[in-house]
């Protein structure tokens, strides 16, 4: 009789899989027996255990193929999500590009409803199963200055930025597509010498990009007139454009341009609350209303038959003017969420498409013409997230603009330390260190000790520091006004001269310590009173730390710290009790 070993695999024609002795004998996994080759034999007691041990083990392999294969099909399905989604890792596939072909004669662009309405999904598939438009607009605005992501959560973690948008545009334009890129202003925020600096990278940015169109935004306006003239003097070389904001009667009202067999007319306005925050006497306005009907005569004499509005206004008011002027087809508009809608917005009373652009430039809308009477338009908002590799020529850009500000230097850039409101001076935090020693061994372990090293030695974008650029330096260096970016009296000035107030410390959220360290080491005539008091004014309860921490955990530079919770798992990261 065969032994229970020394088993070889095979299969049995009648029994399905079984195991086969070398003697020739089959071991099968029906119940029953074993089986020979030509003779049934009976049960014996021993045959039963071997039995009983078959059952088990066949019963363990099949729930072991069971269960690979519920392993299996998750993987498969997770691969199928992470290949078709529109923010997977693995990116946008790419298109080869679409050889020349004759442009046939465009389609006339029906009434809002002939746009089939689409799912409604955060991650979505880019340009999914278009075919090649006739020509596409490549729509932005309201950067407010921010012409990368600041990169202090992690580039993987943020939007937006000039060197992933020209990427995009790069892909794109290698798809064989015309574009027609149009942005509705506010490259810049603030006032000063750095918005100066920075207006003019963004616009030099543009150009490179070949933008056709760009309005001008309400932050734009309250640059120096200098700065201005400089962009809107050469007409025919300048992107600029508004209807209704002349500045010493230089500026384009409209463009018109030509793509894809379409002659587009292109112009902007600002709206009458944006005018209102202006004040100048150099800059001339005029009515919303005014301005474009002027502007309207004028392309239409041009025989455009495709006719494109930049509203820097609210969306409600954006809306009102869109249905006095019915022929503007495509209206885009700075008014809406930071967000911008997922779809255009058809415009009740009028045949208009409503487009919103967001805020900070983390989105592109990217609006296809098509010559196809039944689909002649489609619409894509686009995230520019970390899919998108950075442009090399827009990191050249980004570098130059930090080296004029390297040279520049803070008092040349219009920055003169200001006297702290408390009186007191930043000592550093080794002053602190001697008393407070637990709390200073728990600060040096943290990313607020190795603050300054983080931009002045970047592990992202590594090639361009940041340590001269003063609203990187507000938040990255002990002694500066962290919203308004600027240094306080005896705050950090630069690496040599200011070493001991590298990196975020104690004095950001204690505020300077030069008179209470004084008042410890016995510096000075200090009552007892007095020695109690400067203590306490220095305490920070933790009823009041989140407010404090918000001064540059932001929604711009840390979204994240928003979330209900978050300050308590951020706050055990640097935990300290004195």
Not at 13 to 30: E, L, Q
Not at 528 to 545: D, K, Y
Request: contains cysteine; proline residues 6%; hydrophobic residues 35%.
């Amino acid at each position: 009789m065969a032994r229970a070993c020394d088993l070889t695999r095979d299969r049995d024609v009648n029994a399905g899989i079984g195991y086969k002795h070398r003697t020739g004998d089959w071991i099968s996994p029906r119940i029953g027996a074993w089986q020979d080759d030509s003779n049934s034999l009976q049960e014996t007691p021993t045959m039963i255990r071997q039995r009983r041990i078959l059952c088990v083990f066949f019963s363990v392999v099949l729930a072991g193929v069971v269960l690979a294969g519920v392993v299996l099909a998750g993987v498969v399905l997770a691969g199928i999500t992470l290949g078709v989604t529109q923010e997977s890792s693995v990116g946008p596939r790419e298109v080869p590009p679409t050889v020349n072909r004759r442009e046939p004669e465009p389609a006339e662009i029906p009434p809002p409803q002939a746009v089939p309405p689409q799912a409604k999904f955060s991650r979505r598939t880019l340009f999914e199963g278009w075919p090649d438009p006739a020509f596409a607009l490549f729509i932005t605005g309201k950067q407010y200055g921010y012409i990368e992501p600041c990169g202090c959560t992690g580039l993987d973690n943020q939007k937006g930025g000039l060197a992933r948008r020209q990427t995009l545009l790069a892909q794109l334009r290698a798809r064989g597509w015309n574009l027609v890129p149009i942005d509705v202003g506010n490259q810049v925020r603030r006032i000063g010498v750095q918005a100066e600096i920075k207006f003019h990278t963004t616009l030099d940015a543009l150009r490179k990009m070949k933008y056709q169109a760009v309005g001008l935004g309400p932050d734009d306006l309250r640059l120096p007139i200098g700065e201005l003239l400089t962009e809107l003097v050469d007409e025919d070389s300048s992107p600029l454009v508004s209807s209704n904001v002349r500045v010493l009667s230089y500026g384009a009202s409209y463009k018109v341009l030509r793509s894809g067999g379409y002659t587009l007319g292109i112009t902007s306005f600002l709206g009458s609350t944006e005018q209102q925050a202006i004040h100048s006497d150099e800059i001339e306005f005029s009515q919303p209303e005014d301005g474009l009907r002027k502007a309207l005569a004028a392309l239409k004499k041009e025989k455009c038959n495709l006719l494109v509005l930049l509203a820097h206004a609210s969306t409600e008011e954006t809306i009102a003017i869109a249905k006095k002027f019915p022929e503007f087809r495509i209206v885009v508009t700075a008014g809406g969420a930071d967000e911008p809608a997922l779809e255009p917005e058809k415009i009740a009373g009028a045949q208009s498409y409503l487009i919103q652009t967001g805020k900070k430039g983390m989105y592109v809308g990217v609006l296809g013409i098509f010559n196809d009477p039944q689909r002649p338009l489609r619409f894509q908002r686009v995230p520019l997230d970390a899919r998108f590799a950075d442009s090399e020529e827009m990191l050249q850009s980004l570098a130059s603009y930090q080296q004029q500000l390297e040279s520049m230097g803070l008092a040349r850039l219009g920055l003169k330390p200001v006297k702290h409101p408390s009186g007191h001076r930043f000592v550093g935090s080794a002053a602190c260190q001697d008393c407070h020693e637990q709390a200073y061994d728990k600060w040096s372990t943290t990313p607020h000790h190795a603050a300054t090293h983080s931009i002045s030695h970047p592990t992202e974008r590594s090639e361009i520091s940041r340590h001269h650029d003063p609203e990187c330096l507000s938040c990255h260096v002990t002694g500066w006004s962290a919203q308004n970016y600027f240094p306080y009296e005896s705050g950090y000035l630069d690496l040599k001269a200011s070493e001991h107030l590298l990196g975020n410390g104690c004095e950001n959220c204690h505020g300077p310590g030069s008179a209470h360290v004084a008042a410890e080491n016995g510096d000075g005539d200090y009552t007892a009173a007095r020695i109690l008091a400067l203590q306490m004014e220095m305490r920070l309860p933790l009823a009041r730390a989140r407010d404090r921490c918000l001064q540059c955990h932001d929604m711009d530079n840390d979204p994240d710290f928003q979330e209900e919770g978050a300050f308590k798992k951020y706050w055990k990261q640097i935990e300290h009790y004195e």
